[in-house]
């Protein structure tokens, strides 16, 4: 699946032409009609302009959107999903859904830097938890969400976290 690749054919990429900024410099490649996830853009721009691709792209289309935990904010939640409605034919909100089973929190789980190894660790903002086997973290990569606790998944999500959009309605 074309999916799997794109950490692959980065890697290629990046073997044969090098390091160069803002084309080869990730641990990925976009592999469809997306705006990159590093682009400054807001919710609405990014559905609007996506789904004049849309119709161009008939082996399937959709476009997400990320959002932070909006549970307390359902009027914004709607007035994404009214956008969406009268804009774009297939789209998806996507929201932080982790959960500490040490505290019980229930939010964004971050990523930080251990210091003592120097590698990205998951850390619960509420309690400093730091053991793996005892949360729950799901993002989207590549189209799927999955657990994404260890390995490749947590590199590739510290390095495109600063991309996301976020939407507030007041």
Known sequence: ???????????????????????????????????????????????????????????GAITYVEVPNMQNNIPAVLEVIKFIYNNIIYAELNTKSDYCQVCGYDGEIKIVKDESTGRLVWECPNCKNRDQDKMNVARRTCGYIGLTNTGLALSSFSSSQRGLQFLFVS
């Open 1 to 59: 699946m074309i999916e799997s690749t794109t950490y692959k054919f980065a890697k290629c990429l990046q073997k044969r032409f090098g390091i160069i900024p803002g084309v080869t410099d990730k641990q990925y490649i976009t592999n469809s009609y997306h705006i990159k996830v590093t682009e400054p853009i807001d919710a609405f721009s990014k559905i609007k302009l996506e789904s004049e691709f849309q119709a161009l792209s008939p082996g």
